[in-house]
Nanobody, 116 residues
Framework: QVQLVESGGGLVQPGGSLRLSCAAS????????TAWYRRAPGKQRELVAE???????TYADSVKGRFTISRDNAINTVYLQMNSLIPEDTAVYYC??????????WGRGTQVTVSS
């Protein structure tokens, strides 16, 4: 069983930046796709960004050009660099590793609040 632990969330003003981290208890990120999702109050969970084991990245249209997903296999950590934050980015952000259809590891999430 692999544990995923997110960190780095917090309160930031519009236009600010945060870097989220997702640490895994095992060497999993180099084997599977890793993704960041978010859930805003009253909204459905949405995919924010993902990175394949080969390093190919994809992003939701709403964050393209502002967010960057990256990975450090040596320390089993995936990052989400978030720049030019807007209030609509306020959500709980989750790290996930899908293993097969319907089966995935999930972290507990980290709260990001963008407000002046």
């Amino acid at each position: 069983q692999v544990q995923l632990v997110e960190s780095g969330g917090g309160l930031v003003q519009p236009g600010g930046s945060l870097r989220l981290s997702c640490a895994a208890s095992g060497n999993i990120f180099s084997i599977y796709v890793t993704a960041w999702y978010r859930r805003a109050p009253g909204k459905q969970r949405e995919l924010v960004a993902e990175i394949t084991r080969g390093g190919v990245t994809t992003y939701a249209d709403s964050v393209k050009g502002r967010f960057t997903i990256s990975r450090d296999n040596a320390i089993n950590t995936v990052y989400l660099q978030m720049n030019s934050l807007i209030p609509e980015d306020t959500a709980v952000y989750y790290c996930t590793v899908p293993l097969s259809p319907g089966v995935a590891y999930w972290g507990r999430g980290t709260q990001v609040t963008v407000s002046s």
